[in-house]
């Protein structure tokens, strides 16, 4: 049995910070719940970003909720990408029951039923605010790896960004990019304006592109894409003093893999280009949880991961943290894992020899500890409880720690339709962001383009017409047989006039 003292002094001395923090709930030893020792993160350290991790029903959901109502708490707002469709209920109060009454005996602390302020949003037209961005916002690059385009291809959507920015066309939605890719391959006018200054492009190539966007179109991009589009700046409000927990309901991830590709890529972009640098400010200004974390990272493309990775390196100078949560720590790319600072780590279950390989391999990414034998205690673990380790306000890991979480004190079960349907409809961004905007863009400029060309087409050919029927006639007249028999009609014509008023020519 360890030495209890000397065990609450080292894990006080490691998890007592001097600034704001958050609480994660109590230590434990030996089976039993330390009340001694509070297992607090600094709010500083928050967007060193972090990762959530356990088997399925091992709480890795109210995990996310506890901390997700202590940021709100201290003021912090959250985005959290709710696959599972279960993290609703933190709108509404919590009620106290025997679970609830006997874990808070043993942590010494209180606990009070109350909602958070919630924003429901949707990116597939569900109920909620909608989430949109221009074609034009997301740039050639960004829209180029999301459609998976080679070089050549990249290089051609490049010079139709370029194109489009000359002669004056947005490019608001896919219809918009669609019909400029149609123009300058099928419009005569529009194929020699883009040879003649641009330089010529594949038709082959052009072709590939319009096929990835369709194929885009088919996983809900159509809706997407447009205006207005959403203001980042939207996920950084407060309420009552408490931080707004924006939660996006995605659940139809694994059908649109490439949708929902389009969107991290864009919400990690835009963020990261118009938040202004933060440095070292105290505490974060946005943290994002990204839940079924493992299912992104199957689904994704290596674009996709690459701009993760370069986005975790980066964006947490923006005051900005990510956590991923996920079932297993391997589910998470090496290069991801190891920007992580804090590590929650609920029960793995090792059913088979992959799963036990799994569990050495979560071990060995936690720091040693002379307190547990953490790869069995790891596949032991209760529900409500986690390993954890941190960084403290210096940025040097603590300890792992068991740890006996807290409990939400809101609701853990989802909203109704209706609660659903009132909460969206007392918000002010619902509104903000409910109805399309269909200006004229590239697409309708072109049609009218388009339209007035032939219509200029067809009154020049109806001028060639009158000039070419004009030009026979004239050729006729001036011929010399055409003067001759002009010449005789009006001689003839003489005659006949003279006869018929008596006169006679003299011979």
């Known amino acids: 049995m360890a030495d209890k003292i000397t065990f609450i ?14 609480i994660l709930g109590k230590a434990m030893l030996d089976g039993e719940v330390v009340p001694e020792v509070n297992i607090t993160i600094p709010l500083k350290t928050i967007n060193r970003h972090g990762l959530i991790a356990g088997a399925t029903g091992t709480g890795k959901t109210k995990t996310v909720q506890v901390f997700a109502e202590q940021l709100s708490h201290a003021g912090i707002p959250s985005l959290v990408l709710d696959i599972k469709g279960d993290f609703s209920g933190i709108a509404k109060p919590g009620v106290r029951n025997a679970i609830i009454e006997e874990r808070y005996g043993k942590t010494k602390l209180d606990w009070n039923a109350q909602g958070f302020p919630v924003e ?12 949109r961005s221009t074609v034009t916002e997301f740039g050639p690059v960004l829209l180029s790896k999301v459609l998976q385009l080679n070089e050549t291809q990249s290089g051609i959507m490049s010079i139709v960004f370029k194109y489009c920015d000359d002669k004056g066309l947005p490019l608001i939605d896919l219809k918009d990019l669609k019909k400029v890719l149609q123009y300058v391959t099928d419009n005569p006018q529009g194929k020699v304006d883009m040879t003649q200054n641009y330089g010529s492009v594949s038709t082959a190539s052009l072709g590939a592109i319009l096929r990835s966007i369709v194929s885009l179109e088919q996983q809900g991009g159509t809706g997407f894409f447009g205006e207005p589009s959403f203001d980042v700046y939207d996920l950084k409000s407060q309420k009552d003093g408490k931080g707004v927990i924006n939660i996006l309901r995605v659940g139809n991830i694994q059908t649109q893999p490439q949708l929902f590709s389009t969107f991290m890529l864009a919400l990690f972009a835009e963020i990261y280009m118009e938040f202004p640098e933060e440095g070292d400010s105290g505490k974060p200004k946005l943290v994002l949880f990204i839940d079924e974390a493992h299912l992104i990272f199957k689904e994704a493309s290596k674009t996709l991961l690459s701009q993760i990775e370069m986005m975790v390196k980066l964006i947490r100078s923006k005051g900005v943290g990510i956590y991923f949560i996920t079932q297993i720590p391997g589910d998470v790319p090496e290069n991801i894992l190891s920007q992580l600072g804090l590590k929650i780590q609920h029960a793995l279950r090792g059913f088979t020899a992959k799963d036990k390989r ?33 960084l403290n306000e210096k940025g040097i890991p603590t300890p792992l720690v068991h740890t006996y979480l807290i409990s939400p004190e809101s609701r853990m079960d989802i909203l109704s339709e209706s609660e659903v349907s009132e909460l969206a409809s007392q918000s002010a961004l619902v509104a903000k962001y409910k109805n399309d905007i269909d200006k004229d863009s590239a697409y309708e400029m072109l049609v009218t383009r388009m339209e007035e060309a032939v219509q200029n087409a067809s009154a020049q050919q109806k001028v060639k017409t009158v000039k070419k029927e004009q030009s026979v006639v004239e050729q006729v007249l001036t011929s010399r ?18 006869g018929m008023l008596g006169l006679s020519r003299r011979r």
């Open 120 to 131: 429901l949003m949707t990116i597939s037209g569900e109920e909620g605010v909608k989430l």
């Open 9 to 22: 002094e080292e894990m006080n001395a490691r998890y007592t910070t001097k600034g704001e923090c958050l």
């Open 481 to 498: 047989a055409g003067r001759t028999f002009t010449n005789t009609l009006m001689r003839e014509g003489a005659k006949a006039i003279m």
């Open 358 to 390: 799994e569990i050495n391999k979560a071990v060995e990414n936690y720091p040693e500890t002379e307190y547990y034998n953490a790869g069995n205690l790891i596949q032991n673990l209760g529900i409500g409880e986690a390993f954890v380790t941190a």
